[in-house]
C-alpha cells in the first residue's frame, strides 16, 4: 500500500467521525442527506486547503474557510465524535492529536489562540 496523504487521511477521519455522529447521535442506519453534505463541503475545503499537504491541524488553522452554518455543524460532530473516536477508532484519534501536538510548534502562521476558538 502506499502512503496516503495528509488530506487523504484527514478526510477518512472527518468522514469517520460524521459516520459516528449521523448513527450513534441522530440514530441513522446510513448517513443522512444532511451529514452527506456537510461531509461533501468538508472534503472540498480540505482539497481547497490552501496549506495542502502542510496543513495544520483544523483547529490550530488561521484561516476560517468554513462558513458559519458548516462550522456551527461541525463543531457539534467534533463535539460529539472526539472523545468516541478513542474508542472506535483509537489510531486516528492519536493520530491527530499528535498533529495538533506538533503543530503546537514550528506553525509560523499563527499566533496562538483562544482554545475554545474554533
Ligand atoms: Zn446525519
Redesign the pocket.
Known sequence: MGKVSRIEREKRTVRRM?DL???L??G?AR??????T?LAYACTRLNRCPFGENKPSCQRCTVHCYKPAMRAKMREVMRFSGPRMLFHYPLDALRHLCANLFSLKGNATTPPRGKNEI
Open positions: 460524521i455522529y449521523c448513527r447521535k441522530e441513522n448517513r443522512c442527506a444532511a451529514c452527506d456537510l
